[in-house]
């Protein structure tokens, strides 16, 4: 008898898992994705002019929607989890310098300088059994940097239009979170990247009246507006879920029956659970809580659930069972 009992829990490790523990097996999944928005805001400057060679500083204020959002599927063996990611970069500014060089009523002009804009990073995710849902989030205003370029055109003395072009950095920002309970685990990591381009056309009034009319065509403060589109923050999300332990709480388990008992008193027994007719073969989680506490954990439930790999075992069915035992 104790040689057909430690040759049948080498059949737990060696016989493929059943379909209720099948159903345990971890996944993991990665997306990433970009998004493009609209853009609308103001714009203040100053120029000064030497010859053909136009210097300033402008500064300006933009709103956007510039939202990445995307669904990831996490595979399981005989459900699936989903995850959302969204990152959001609502608003930025740039203060900068401008160098261009004019040629009659057209500006040809480089700039680069400070960029500032807010942006939020949140992830979730949920499974089809507990830990049921994770939720984290992040938002901050962030500092950077913009270069860029465009051509401006003296449509009156007084009336520029511009067509210009921005490069916006405002750096990475990340989150992580983890949630564990009945003995699976949740897990999610995000990051997006606040970077994007911009094109916009804009309309500006400088503002030189009268005798006060500077003496370079293009030198003095100007200010106005513009519109236009931006694409780019960049986001990946990366998402791991280990569903929960199977319940082996004697509670239960019905038409419990003892098989066999190892040399540590460890029973084997065959049972069914309350919700189902099939027949398996495994421990009661009060006895392992005794002899090997250490692969038990107790759910919010109060239930009690076994780790059997902690105990080198599977759970199996009785025709399994029955099977490797009529081959001895």
């Keep these: 008898m104790k040689t057909k009992f430690i040759a049948a829990i080498a059949a737990l490790l060696l016989l493929p898992a059943p379909a209720f523990t099948q159903a345990l097996t971890p996944g993991g999944a990665s997306s990433s994705a970009s998004a493009s928005s609209w853009v609308a805001g103001g714009q203040v400057g100053y120029n000064w002019q030497q ?26 063996t005989l459900a699936t989890a989903t995850a959302n990611a969204h990152s959001n970069v609502d608003w930025y500014g740039t203060v900068r310098g401008r160098l261009g060089w004019s040629s009659g009523p057209i ?34 205003t962030r500092a950077g940097w913009v270069v860029g370029g465009g051509i401006d055109y003296m449509w009156s003395p007084n009336l520029i239009l ?94 419990v029956t003892l098989l066999a008992r190892g040399d540590d008193g460890l029973g084997i027994y065959r049972y069914r659970y309350l919700w189902s007719d099939t027949v398996y073969v495994g421990v009661m989680a009060q006895e392992v809580a005794f002899v090997h506490p250490d692969a038990v954990v107790q759910g919010p439930d109060g239930y009690l659930r076994v780790n059997y790999s902690r105990l080198g075992l599977k759970l199996m069915t009785l025709p399994e069972w029955d099977a490797f035992n009529t081959r001895l």
């Design 107 to 140: 500006l040809f002009y480089g700039t680069a300088g400070l960029a500032y804009g807010h942006v939020d990073l949140n992830s979730s995710i949920s499974s089809p059994a507990g830990p049921v849902s994770l939720s984290s989030q992040t938002s901050a």
């Design 162 to 255: 511009n067509l210009g072009y921005q490069y916006v950095d405002l750096g990475t920002i990340n989150l992580s979170g983890v949630n564990t309970a009945f003995g699976g685990v949740l897990s999610q990591t995000a990051s997006t990247h606040a970077q994007f381009s911009v094109f916009t056309v804009g309309l500006n009034w400088r503002f030189s009246p009268g005798s006060m009319r500077p003496a370079g065509a293009w030198e003095g403060l100007y200010a106005g507006g513009h519109v236009g589109g931006a694409w780019g923050n960049d986001t990946t999300a990366s998402y791991f879920v280990q569903p929960p332990l199977p319940p082996s709480d004697a509670r239960l388990k019905r038409d």
């Design 51 to 76: 010859g053909l060679w136009v210097y300033g500083i402008e500064a300006d204020l933009s709103g956007m929607h510039l939202d990445t959002n995307f669904n990831t599927v996490i595979p399981l």
